[in-house]
Every structure is written in C-alpha cells, then in structure tokens.
C-alpha cells in the first residue's frame, strides 16, 4: 500500500463530499479505539478537521489509542445514523503507541494539560479546537483588515522604545551592547507609517516582564494593533475597534461552530455564543466612576478600573455586553495620548471591556501637537533626545491620529469562554512558568 499523500486527499475534504463506495487510502492517527466481539471501532485523525474519521475493522489488537497509521477502506454510511464510515480492510501500523499513552478515555486535567501533558495538548479534541479556533481567528482578523484597505507592516521585536514607559520591558542591553529590550507594542513604529500610509496595522509578538499571577496575563502575547490618520474624535476610533472585533468574532462564529461547542462546553460557558455579541455600549470615563461609586466605596475620579470594577460594569450593570469606557484621567495613561480639547485632566483614550475577561482593547488618540507632546515627555520624565524621531512626525506633515491594541489572547480568552489566559495559548510563559 502507498503512502497516502496529505497533498492529495485529507479527512476534511471526504466529509465534505463523501463519495459512498469509494475507495480511500489515507494517513492518520488513531483515537477513541473501542473493541467489541465483531468489530473494533476508532477515529482516524490526520488533524484536517476535529473530530477525524470513523472507522472499523476486524478485532485486532494492533491498532491502539494514538498510534500513527496508514489504512485503506471503503467509505459506507453507517447503518443507522447514515454518517460517513470507513470499513478498513487494510492497515499498516507506522508508530505503535502503547497503554502509557497518556491521553485516555479519562478526562485530562487543565492543570495537567498546561504542564506535565503539555506536548500531547493538540492531540486532545480540547487541543485540537483551540488549534483551529486560532488559526480561523488569525484570518478572520487580516481579512476583516483587508476589508478595511489597511496595510500590514512587519514592526520590530527588539526595539530601543519602551512605549507604555511602564517599565515591564525585558531588557536585552548586555547582550546586544546598546539600550535595546523585547518590544512591549508595536505602536511607536506604526505612526511612522500611519503618518504617510493612513491605514496600516501590525499582528505580532510583544512582551512584558509581568510580575502579576492573574488569569489573564502573560509575559509572552501577540498584539493586533491598528493605526489610523485624520481621526476626527476617538468616536470614530471607537468605531473602527467595533468593526474589527465583530467582523472577525463573526467570521470564526461561522467557520468554528464545532471548535466553539466543544470549547463551551469544556469550559462550562453559562450561555451559548449569541450573547457575545450584543450591543457595544459607550460610557465615559466619568459615568463609569459614577455608576460603580453606587457599588464600590474606595472608587473616585482618578482611580484606575480594577478587573472585578470591569466584571461589574461589562457583568452586572450592562448584563453580558461589551462597553467602551473613554476619556480616562491623563495621570493614569501614558505620555503619548491626546489631551482632551476642552479637559486637560483628560486624554482621548478608550478601553474595550467584554464580559467575563474584562479589558480586551486600549487605544487612544496621539498627541499630534508638536508643543503638548514635548511637555507630555518631559511631565513624564523621559529624554526627548531619544524620541526626536517621534517628535519629528508631529514636525512635518501631523495628522490627528490614533490606534488601538487588541490583546490576541484575550480575544480568545473571551469567545472560547476559557477561565484562564494560560489556557488559549499552548506555551504560555508567565512569572514562574516556561515549562518547555
Ligand atoms: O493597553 P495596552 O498596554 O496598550 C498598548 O500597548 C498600546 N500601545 C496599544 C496601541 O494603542 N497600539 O495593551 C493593549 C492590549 C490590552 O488591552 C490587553 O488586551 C493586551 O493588550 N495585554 C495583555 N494581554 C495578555 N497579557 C498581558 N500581560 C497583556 N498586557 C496587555
């Protein structure tokens, strides 16, 4: 028997036009083996689709749970449920995998599959889904970008900038022999381009030397950052982060309706995908201090939102829908953001905030007046001479511009209803954690 050749032929493609009678060879691995008197029953993975092919064949004890194989088989409808099924009548097996295989009928821990079981997450139907809900969301974004006419730049990772100036930047100085450490956001380098090109975003890896063990943190995550020129107010910023978010939310709804039901239920998500997206509501910074003074007393004008203040307002007072709080105390935002026109205790800014997670976006509008931003860097302490080429944009040819940052993860986090970050990346590295 040849080898099958993924090239031509894969499990995703027969179920999508299953051929009755005809005669496959296919690679893959098994799964779910079940041996009764008569038959023994598995599913043939080769990773195409999510839950594989199912197979049976004569009773033998050759093929066991997660053996890679190559077999041959005529495709029949199964006698009551008249579902594809692959009658082998020929096999070779290609890796044995014994009973220590660790992944068997018993339920995985989350806990075992963040650490010790790690290496065998993606053979796991839970692995598998957010395998695929990842990819299908990476694409949904770029497209509904596309949809947009953005353009994509490639910004750097090692980077002299530390943008949020929060001093969460793992440096790479001794190494590298200059001030240079791993980017905490692409956004300083995206202006440059925003300011000639209008539209562009960037999709990638940032860092911060986070020292917090939250479930939702990670020292290691990817960015989906939009830059944009002639912004008329962050109105039309928030509009744009609205129309990103329920573009691609809504894409993977389609493609992934099986990921995100097996990913629901593991996770035991309250209510089914409908509710994620409801209206996104608008408040100011101000309404929300107001509406959570009525909850919480230690909360005042210039107090920063904690996560149980964004459950509350995302939670409770806006039953499970999204809200934009905007126009946030400038002591708490960093040195590059607008100052409101007729506030200056306030800058043009919005956070995104989702039900469940909390905050997913922060963007602001950039301070575009050459004069407010030089005092902005020296209000924060920074040396102007390492930021002249940032000065320099505001020097020739300023727009009033801005942007956002979507945290990827979190996104994730979100509509795959997961409890914690860790659990939507497959190597998440966090303050004590790097495990492979
Ligand atoms: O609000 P942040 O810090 O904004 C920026 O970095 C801006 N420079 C982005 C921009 O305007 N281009 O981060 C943006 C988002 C957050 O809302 C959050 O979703 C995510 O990045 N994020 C994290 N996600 C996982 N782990 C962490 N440690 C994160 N820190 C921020």
Known sequence: ??????????????????????????????????????????????????????????????????????????????????????????????????ETYPIQKRRMTIDELRNSLVHFKPRTSIGLAYTKLNHHLTKSIHDAFAKLDFTQIYTPLITSMDCEGAGETFSLGSQLNCNANLTVSGQLHLEIFANCMAKVYTFGSTFRAEKSHTNRHLAEFRMVEGEMAFLDDVGELMDYIEF?????????????????????????????????????????????????????????????????????????????????????PKSLKPFYMRQVDDDSSLVSCCDLLVPHVGEIVGGSLREERYSNLLANIHEKGMDPKKLDWYLDLRKYGTTRHGGFGLGYERLLQWISASQNIKDCVFFPRSNGHCPI
């Open 1 to 98: 028997m040849n080898n099958a050749g993924l090239f031509k032929n894969n499990i995703k493609k027969i179920l999508q036009k299953p051929l009755f009678g005809s005669e496959y060879i296919l690679n893959g691995w098994a799964k779910q083996v079940r041996k009764q008197k008569t038959n023994l029953f598995f599913q043939l993975s080769d990773g195409s689709n999510l839950h594989g092919l199912s197979c049976l064949t004569k009773p033998t004890n050759q093929i066991t749970n997660g053996c890679s194989m190559l077999v041959k088989g005529n495709l029949q409808s199964h006698p009551t449920l008249g579902t594809p099924e692959l009658l082998v009548n020929e096999f070779s097996i290609l890796g044995n995998s014994d």
């Open 244 to 328: 990103i978010v329920r573009e691609s939310v809504n894409d993977v709804f389609g493609k992934c309706s099986d990921e995100l039901k097996v990913l629901h239920e593991f996770n035991r998500a309250e209510s089914g995908l409908d509710h994620l997206m409801k209206n996104f509501h608008r408040i100011s910074y101000k309404e929300a201090i107001k509406i959570l003074q009525k909850e919480y007393r230690d909360i005042e004008f210039g107090s920063d939102l904690s996560r149980e203040h964004e459950l509350y307002l995302t939670n409770v007072h806006f039953n499970h829908s999204p809200v934009f709080v905007y126009n946030y």
